[in-house]
């Protein structure tokens, strides 16, 4: 994964087998190599179990800023349970206004869910929500996040680019 993060835009890629599922979404997974991280976009990934050690054939893309794997062409899972070590996550809700990042980094925000649909957005504790605003990035089942609909959460995860011109900091819980 770190070697395939400076890689230039569609460069085909492979992921070692040393290559963990660190988080899912309903469309695709994080893969880490235990330094750094990347989003590997595809069903193929999101069929992917967390702890699963996996080999990864894709596309080097960036997507929001923030490098990825897309086009996915072959996944392979060396082995399954492995234990998942996430680095000590950054809350960045108090500067969040500013905040701007070109890798996968762990974040954490604090703010109110407003659950729409597919779209699963945070005002955040302090900042304007004109200016930015958190976005949970296709949440899987298990987190159960529509339950949280109008509460106060705090949500750790990988980050995913900022959308929208900016004003959404997207994170894969």
Same mark, same amino acid.
């Given at each position: *994964?770190?070697?395939?993060?400076? %890689?230039?835009?569609?460069?085909?890629?492979?992921?070692?087998?040393? &290559?963990?599922?660190?988080?899912? &979404?309903?469309? /695709?997974? $994080?893969?880490?190599?235990?330094?750094?991280?990347?989003?590997?976009?595809?069903?193929?990934?999101?069929?992917?179990?967390?702890?699963?050690?996996?080999?990864? +054939?894709?596309?080097?893309?960036?997507?929001?800023?923030?490098?990825?794997?897309?086009?996915?062409?072959? !996944?392979?899972?060396?082995?399954? /349970?492995?234990? !998942?070590?996430?680095?000590?996550?950054?809350?960045?809700? %108090?500067?969040? %206004?500013?905040?701007?990042?070109?890798?996968?980094?762990?974040?954490?925000?604090?703010?109110?869910?407003?659950?729409?649909?597919?779209?699963?957005?945070?005002?955040?504790? /302090?900042?304007?929500?004109? &200016?930015?605003?958190?976005?949970?990035?296709?949440?899987?089942?298990?987190?159960?996040?529509?339950?949280?609909?109008?509460?106060?959460?705090? *949500?750790?995860?990988?980050?995913?680019?900022? +959308?929208?011109?900016?004003?959404?900091?997207? $994170?894969?819980?």
């Amino acid at each position: *994964v770190t070697e395939i993060i400076p %890689a230039a835009d569609d460069d085909m890629v492979q992921t070692l087998p040393s &290559t963990i599922v660190v988080a899912l &979404t309903t469309r /695709g997974a $994080i893969l880490s190599d235990g330094t750094s991280a990347l989003y590997a976009y595809g069903n193929s990934a999101a069929a992917l179990k967390i702890g699963d050690g996996v080999k990864v +054939s894709a596309r080097k893309t960036t997507y929001n800023g923030v490098p990825e794997l897309t086009d996915i062409t072959d !996944v392979f899972v060396d082995s399954e /349970g492995n234990a !998942v070590n996430h680095p000590t996550a950054t809350d960045i809700t %108090a500067t969040a %206004a500013e905040y701007d990042a070109s890798v996968a980094e762990y974040i954490k925000l604090s703010g109110t869910l407003s659950v729409s649909g597919n779209y699963y957005n945070m005002t955040l504790d /302090g900042i304007d929500p004109e &200016t930015k605003m958190g976005s949970i990035v296709y949440p899987v089942d298990e987190l159960n996040a529509k339950s949280f609909d109008g509460k106060k959460i705090t *949500v750790t995860g990988y980050f995913n680019g900022l +959308s929208s011109k900016g004003r959404y900091i997207n $994170i894969i819980a």
